[in-house]
């Protein structure tokens, strides 16, 4: 499931991904992304990877997911918020290579992650 979440009056979306992911989860965080840089012109996110069933993610939400690659261009800044080392090296590669700040955080982190993604 892919809960999507904005905190209110900003341009801070949370996702949070864990167990299954539908293509409906995905339509829902498209049309919350859509919103948000319609409103704010970017978005700040907090990407929180909780325990993710591989097995049950749609192959209509991996489409959905592989097209949703164009929001990187309206990314301010990424907190990753995940106890999963690899996903901590993909973010070290969103800030060298797309020039997004991005900043791993562990799961027991996530105010520090709210602190950071809120800061100026």
Do not use: C
Not at 15 to 28: E, F, K, L
Not at 61 to 75: E, F, P, Q, R, T
Request: proline share 2%; glycine share 4%.
């Amino acid at each position: 499931m892919l809960e999507t979440t904005v905190q209110s009056g900003t341009n801070i979306v949370t996702i949070n991904a864990h167990g299954g992911i539908t293509a409906a989860d995905m339509q829902h965080m498209r049309e919350v992304l859509d919103e948000v840089i319609r409103e704010h012109d970017s978005v700040r996110m907090v990407a929180v990877r909780g325990d993710i069933d591989f097995a049950d993610i749609s192959p209509r939400a991996l489409w959905l997911d592989l097209k949703s690659a164009g929001y990187i261009k309206k990314l301010e800044r990424l907190a990753v918020v995940t106890d999963v080392d690899w996903e901590a090296k993909v973010s070290e590669w969103t800030t060298e290579l797309l020039h997004v700040p991005t900043r791993r955080f562990h799961l027991d982190e996530r105010t520090a992650a709210l602190a950071w993604i809120s800061q100026p």
